[in-house]
Nanobody
Framework: QVQLVESGGGLVQPGGSLGLSCAAS????????MGWYRQAPGKQRELVAV???????NYADSVKGRFTISRDNAKNTVYLQMNTLKPEDTAIYYC?????????????WGQGTLVTISS
């Protein structure tokens, strides 16, 4: 089994910054991609950013230029640095990892961490 442990959520004022991290542990042969998703109240879960094993990245248009995703392959950890935060960034942020156990590719979700942007 693979588990994800997220950390870093909290309350931040508009214009502020916040960093999230997500560490994967367990029976991991390799990690193909790591990503962050978010779900705001009353809305569907949406992709925020994703990074591949080759460090290619993709961002939602709404966060381009403000958020940066990165990963530490040695630690199986993905980070999301969020700057110039807006009230509309308020959501539960979930980490998702696409990994191989040596036989097949599987995906696992984190438990979610709440990010609230408010003055």
């Amino acid at each position: 089994q693979v588990q994800l442990v997220e950390s870093g959520g909290g309350l931040v004022q508009p214009g502020g910054s916040l960093g999230l991290s997500c560490a994967a542990s367990g029976s991991i042969f390799s990690i193909a991609a790591m990503g962050w998703y978010r779900q705001a109240p009353g809305k569907q879960r949406e992709l925020v950013a994703v990074i591949t094993s080759g460090r290619s990245t993709n961002y939602a248009d709404s966060v381009k230029g403000r958020f940066t995703i990165s990963r530490d392959n040695a630690k199986n950890t993905v980070y999301l640095q969020m700057n110039t935060l807006k009230p509309e960034d308020t959501a539960i942020y979930y980490c998702k990892v696409l990994y191989s156990d040596g036989l097949r590719y599987l995906e696992v979700w984190g438990q979610g961490t709440l990010v609230t942007i408010s003055s």
